[in-house]
């Protein structure tokens, strides 16, 4: 059973436990849309590690590990504690230091856009400052 099949089960059994009424309501907490969720459904669309993400932050009880693996039942339950190997948080810190890296090289690409139009303004009007004459020096 793929990793697809078994997050629409746990859609499904959310909706069951009355924990969300249809795919609507998932698909805005999970920041996505309907369609998203249909074309997961259907095989189109391939489950994404930003989904698995909110998914674990929005549905604390599901077992992230079941939906990916397999492995485990699909919640977890209330005497047993949620056990992390530290992995999804080296990776959410690889993400955002990934995204601080995007913020500042977007500021120097800024940056240089601005100074390349600087230079282009600077070169014409020195172009413009030639002096021009209508009598040809020879000589």
Sequence with gaps: MSENIRFIEVIESLKQMGAVSDYVQVAAV???NKAGISDIKSG???LSLEILRRMKLSYPSVNIEWV????????????????????????????????????????????????????????????????TSDIANVG
């Excluded at 485990?72 to 209330?78: A, D, I, L, R, S």
């Excluded at 992995?87 to 913020?103: A, Y």
């Design 30 to 32: 999970l920041e996505t």
């Design 44 to 46: 189109r669309k391939k």
């Design 68 to 131: 990916i693996m397999g492995e485990g039942e699909m919640f977890h339950t209330q005497s047993q504690p949620t056990q992390t190997t530290g992995f999804e948080d080296k990776l959410l810190n690889v993400i955002q230091e990934k995204d601080s890296v995007i913020r500042g090289q977007a500021e120097e690409i800024g940056q240089l856009r601005e100074r390349i139009a600087q230079l282009q303004r600077e070169k014409g009007k020195n172009v413009s400052d030639a002096q």
